[in-house]
């Protein structure tokens, strides 16, 4: 799977807009670029996702780079509730004809960006 | 909602134990998967099992086993428990191969 690759941490006010920022320089045409976050003693959930275009959802956007080698997680209003491990992840659509099992499904998570969200 | 939920959120456990972990999906999802989480090694895939009855070996298999009797249900199983599988195991599921995975809350798994 390509890699990306996120700072290890990150600070924003409350109530202010945070933009997380992800590299993928070696994201392949089939690649969708996921965005998972895991808040203090929870599982994992979605946040969002895109091939291309941007994208927003009540969540967050994500904003991609026209070259695909970037992307951005924008939070419009940063809560406490927000502060969480990030995670942006790539899926490779192009495995899912593979009959390689669980790899094919799997998500591989890197080691995040940790928010943490000043009041 | 999705609704993912695992039968204990902390366990403790003596070495040499049977353990026994639940995961309860009530989104008809035909896809399941259990992972455990440690520091520094991020989230690695355990098993996976894509329809009743059937399951495939994920990053780090040895130690555990699965079963997927009914599809709403995925129990991951220690036979013989030991303490580096001292963890956090997340139970997720998921529709289709690029579906969305929903994670339980997880359940922290301590062997003395």
């Known amino acids: 799977d390509a890699k990306t690759t996120q700072p290890n941490s990150m600070e924003s006010n409350e109530e202010e807009p945070v933009h997380l920022p992800c590299n993928h320089s070696?994201?392949?045409?089939?690649?969708?670029i996921h965005w998972y976050r895991q808040l203090p003693s929870q599982g994992p959930e979605y946040v969002i996702h895109?091939?291309?275009s941007n994208v927003n959802n009540r969540m967050a956007s994500l904003a991609i780079a026209e070259d695909r080698k970037s992307s951005t997680l924008i939070l419009h209003r940063a809560t406490l509730r927000d502060a969480a491990v990030y995670y942006c992840?790539?899926?490779?659509?192009?495995?899912?004809?593979?009959?390689?099992?669980?790899?094919?499904?799997?998500?591989?998570f890197g080691k995040g960006t940790k928010l943490s969200v000043i009041p | 909602d999705v609704k993912v939920t695992q039968s204990s959120r902390y366990l403790v456990k003596r070495t040499g134990e049977k353990v026994f972990l639940e995961c309860v999906q009530d989104?008809?999802?035909?896809?399941m998967f259990w992972y455990r989480q440690d520091p520094g090694l991020g989230l690695r895939l355990i098993y996976f099992?894509?329809?009743?009855?059937?399951?495939e070996k994920g990053d780090i298999p040895e130690g555990y086993s699965v079963s997927r009797e009914k599809k709403e249900r995925f129990s991951l199983i220690l036979e013989s428990a030991s303490t580096n599988q001292t963890s956090m195991y997340l139970c997720?599921?998921?529709?289709?191969?690029?579906?969305?995975?929903?994670f339980g809350p997880g359940t922290r798994l301590t062997v003395l």
């Open positions: 895109g091939l291309t």
């Open positions: 997720a599921s998921s529709i289709g191969g690029l579906g969305t995975q929903y």
């Open positions: 099992s894509y329809d009743v009855k059937m399951k």
């Open positions: 992840i790539l899926r490779d659509v192009g495995e899912l004809g593979n009959t390689s099992g669980a790899g094919s499904y799997q998500l591989t």
């Open positions: 070696t994201i392949s045409g089939t690649d969708y």
């Open positions: 989104m008809d999802h035909e896809n």
